[in-house]
């Protein structure tokens, strides 16, 4: 058989491929986007693709496509299996008919996230199997199981991933397509109507299941022990962890890797202790195998006293090879210090970024900004230092209003703010709150015609679908006026007078009101760039009014303004700006 090297993300894909799945739908959200980016890569092979406004469509979409006999999967990362977990717990109840799988990518470390929380906890929560791949081949291998445990237990699957599976490669062995036969769709009002009725007796089948899969778990091949008879250390990981512990330790240890991290077994557990003297539980993020452990009677050694030892693993952030060698070899790692410091390199909006002029004009305003998830979250930092507040997808809006319904003398002095993909994904509602309760707010909406900081997948506002073919775009001039807003204004972000002008007249209104700020993303295609600038030293002051921008392309030599012409696409904000005519 043919074989590639793929990211963990593309051998999900392929994974997808080989099990005859017939429905993708999904958000995107780093690390999980290349999943279901790749599987556009299979159109015309019978595995429809699509994205959708949210996580909560998208899992909704591949229930309703399970039901109909299909095999169908939703990826996402850790914070959009939040916004799936209502269709998720009830699924668990309902079952499947054609085989169910998700993929919840973690960020341990929090690369690109704003939290840090581990989705093991909704696996237990919802009462649904969950599997942990550590390398791009289980990743394959892992998924095409999914779907066959999905039917043979008549259950929704998860496949639990983190940002090194997702983005590390491996080596994968390709096989051929096999699609399930559909068969004849059949009503099943108890089976697929869960009200409360036909629920609870969903319950008890559900308990029963979760038995069956904890039996499963004792002998399935995905939970694996390796024991080396001359160690006295035994390490009980998942996933990447296994991994790192196999680099750092090696023969030095005997290991029990879990590819089913809920449910988890018990027997193969308290055998596996019974042959090592010292045992370890090597896993990111919460202790959830460590509490099993405890709640089966062990005391192993990892994130939690146990009355012999203190804690040797941290519950924060991601692990490594190091960290594992020091917290049970002892083995301190060394480095070689550089001979000189190395410049710190905040995370600042891109050049040309059609965000950075609206928050110019915000930051010489002195106004309360909420904030939403995006790329213009990096314009909370200095210089630009033009953002207040900021949770998650679709509260930048609604924050908004709830600061103004606490601070009434705030109103005229607040804006709530966020992108064209997350205003569908989860803002739409948020504006409705808006207009529905008389709040004086400003809502400004980013639109940059793409979803930007996961890698500039389409969505249904900009007219391209998954496959960047042509598709109905949300008109949001008319959806802004239609939920009641009457106060909706388009322009774009580049003229910082006109910014001004328009943001000073809206928030002087005692109603709601929108402004829409549309210019196409830099770095997408097709994107109009201007012929990169250069700056006049003779008339360059170094009054460094320009460096407030936050541009990269800018820098400061010998006291004057310098333009970095490989970075600058001209967007002419820094030129604006600058009183004595250097830009040109």
């Keep these: ?99 169910l799988v998700f993929a919840v990518a973690d960020d341990s470390g929090m690369h690109s996230s704003q939290n840090e929380q581990d989705s ?83 319950h008890v089948l559900v308990e029963e299941r979760l038995e069956k899969l904890i039996a499963y778990s004792e002998s399935s091949p995905l939970n694996k022990v390796e024991i080396n008879e001359k160690a006295e250390i035994g390490i009980i990981t998942s996933g990447v962890a296994y991994q790192y512990a196999k680099d750092a330790l090696g023969d030095n240890a005997s290991y029990l890797k879990l590819g089913i991290v809920h449910p988890l077994p018990v027997k193969l557990i308290e055998d596996f202790a019974a042959k090592v003297k010292k045992l370890y539980v090597v896993e990111e993020l919460d202790p959830v195998i460590e509490t099993h452990c405890r709640a ?27 960290i594992i060698k020091e917290a049970i070899l002892g083995v301190k790692p060394s480095f070689k210090d550089f001979p000189e410091a190395i410049p710190v390199r905040p995370p600042v909006l891109c050049a040309g970024c059609s965000h950075r002029g609206v928050f110019t004009v915000l930051n010489k305003l002195g106004v309360v900004v909420s904030g939403d998830i995006g790329c213009y979250t990096l314009a909370a930092t200095p210089p630009l230092s033009a953002m207040d507040f900021q949770i998650c997808m679709g509260a930048g809006i609604s924050m908004a209003h709830g600061f103004v319904k606490a601070r009434p003398d705030y109103a005229g002095k607040t804006v709530g703010l966020m992108g064209d993909s997350t205003f569908v994904h989860n803002g739409i509602t948020s504006l409705i709150d808006i207009a529905y309760n008389r709040s004086n707010t400003l809502t400004l909406l980013l639109d940059n015609r793409t979803t930007g900081m996961t890698g500039g997948q ?127």
């Design 120 to 202: 093991r906890n909704h696996a237990i929560g919802a009462k649904v199997p969950m599997l942990e791949p550590s390398d791009s081949k289980e990743c394959l291998e892992y998924t095409k199981l999914a779907f066959d445990l999905s039917e043979e237990f008549d259950t929704p699957v998860l496949i639990h991933m983190t940002t090194r599976t997702c983005h590390s490669q491996g080596i994968v062995e390709l096989n051929e397509r096999k699609v399930k036969d559909k068969g004849e769709y059949k009503k099943n009002l108890q089976k697929y109507v869960m009200m409360p009725l036909f629920a609870r007796a969903k």
């Design 458 to 584: 389409n969505h249904p506002g900009n007219g391209l679908d998954i496959y960047s073919d042509p598709a109905p775009a949300v008109d949001f001039e008319a959806l802004v006026k239609a939920i009641g807003i009457s106060k909706v204004k388009t322009l774009s972000p580049d003229n910082l007078t006109e910014i001004e002008s328009i943001l000073k007249e809206y928030l002087a209104l005692e109603e709601p009101a929108v402004i829409i700020f549309r210019k196409p993303c830099a770095l997408t295609k097709g994107a109009v760039l201007n012929a990169p600038l250069s700056c006049n030293a003779d008339k360059c002051t170094g009054c460094k009014l320009c460096m407030k921008v936050g541009c990269p392309a800018l820098t400061m030599r010998d006291k004057k303004a310098v333009v970095n012409k490989t970075l600058c696409v001209g967007c002419g904000v820094c030129s604006q700006l600058c009183k004595f005519d250097a830009f040109s």
């Design 296 to 322: 089966i009677g062990l005391n192993p050694i990892g994130k939690m006293p146990n009355g012999k030892h203190a804690p040797v693993f941290s519950l924060l952030g991601e692990y490594s090879q190091n």
């Design 1 to 99: 058989m043919k074989k590639e090297l793929l990211l963990g993300n593309h051998a999900i894909t392929r994974g997808l491929y080989e099990a005859g799945v017939e429905v993708v739908s999904s958000y995107p959200g780093t690390p999980s986007s290349e999943i279901t980016m790749n599987c556009a890569a299979y159109k015309g092979t019978g595995m429809y693709a699509e994205w959708a406004p949210n996580e909560k469509v998208a899992m909704e979409v591949a229930i309703g496509a399970s039901i109909a006999g299909a095999r169908a999967f939703s990826g996402m990362k850790h914070v959009g299996l939040n916004v799936a977990a209502d269709p998720l717990y009830t699924a668990s109840y309902s079952g499947v008919n054609g085989g």
